[in-house]
């Protein structure tokens, strides 16, 4: 016997014009920044350049995620494809990481072997990316909390405004002190501070496709929940998972003698299984646990 059923279809309502927007951004300043970059000779105007270029396929990925992710459940996939959000973020953050990581071994070389820059150049291009970051910044703001996908695709953005931030910084530096080690220097600090957290959405990615039980619900919690129902003896084959962000499923059986009180205890069961944030419930009754 199973729960009734509820159809829980998170929106997506900014995600795709906030994408767009922010795709139109990230690729109209990745041309000036790479020009500006040769032309100033900065590593970090043409590293902010390859984080745009990065981020303009992740959002472009993004953007796909959430078109593609408000297409309806079928029969072979009952869940829709909100999982493809999921594969999304995944690929961004290990994206990311691959840039960032990329970035760090390019401004090593720059220390060994100085570059000259010219920093009125490069303090004009890095102005200009962030203002055009920070617009991109805003549009995603809201919709970040739709799904893991928009987070990271917020968290690419939000690395170029520390990009730009950076090229800021280091055409200041060099503008005022003439030390051009500044320019790959601070081009290493914000490529590892990204790093934690395209690390963070990579992981969380992961888990996901593990099926890994939501950080938000503890397990044990949840089984005394259910186990305290009065009619309830036994609660046991218990999995919670998330199918993609916004959506938790469970599932599970409980022994109840009495087959009279099987409907009271699967609405008192559903009732504060969804008081632990889950949409997804399918429980199992059985007169006698059927592991014995």
Same mark, same amino acid.
């Given at each position: 016997m199973s729960a009734p059923p509820c159809v829980h279809r998170p929106e997506r309502t900014r995600s795709g014009r906030s994408l767009g927007w922010a795709l139109g951004l990230t690729l109209l300043f990745m041309v000036v920044e790479v020009v500006g970059g040769l032309l100033s000779?900065?590593? #970090?105007? /043409?590293?902010?350049?390859?984080h745009m270029l990065s981020d303009a396929g992740a959002l472009a990925l993004s953007l796909f995620a959430a078109w593609i992710a408000r297409r309806p459940a079928s029969g072979g996939r009952t =869940?829709? =494809? =909100?999982r493809v959000e999921i594969l999304a973020a995944l690929a961004n953050g290990a994206l990311l990481v691959a840039v960032t990581s #990329? *970035? +760090? /071994? !390019?401004? *090593?070389?720059? /220390?060994r072997t100085p570059h000259s820059v010219r920093p009125d150049l490069l303090l004009l291009v890095a102005s200009l990316g962030l203002v055009a970051n920070l617009v991109a910044l805003a549009l995603l703001h809201r919709a970040k909390g739709e799904s893991l996908n928009l987070r990271g695709a917020y968290l690419h953005v939000l690395s170029d405004v520390a990009g730009s931030v950076g090229a800021i910084a280091a055409g200041a530096v060099i503008l005022a002190t003439g030390w051009i080690a500044a320019d790959p220097i601070i081009s290493i600090g914000l490529a590892l501070l990204l790093l934690v957290g395209a690390a963070r959405v990579v992981w969380l990615s +992961? !888990? +996901?496709l593990l099926e890994a039980a939501p950080r938000h +619900?503890?397990?044990?919690e949840l089984e005394a929940a259910i186990a305290a129902v009065p009619s309830v003896r036994g609660v046991h084959d218990l999995h919670v998972w998330t199918v993609s962000s916004g959506i938790v499923a469970m599932s599970g059986h409980a022994t109840v003698p009495d087959p009279a009180a099987?409907?009271?205890a699967l609405e008192e069961i559903t009732r504060r299984v969804r008081g632990f944030g889950i949409q997804h419930v399918t429980v199992q009754l059985e007169k006698a646990? /059927?592991? !014995?």
């Open positions: 000779g900065s590593l #970090a105007l /043409l590293a902010d350049a390859g =869940y829709g =494809y =909100y #990329a *970035i +760090v /071994l !390019e401004a *090593i070389q720059r /220390l +992961v !888990e +996901v +619900v503890s397990v044990p099987h409907q009271a646990s /059927l592991c !014995e």
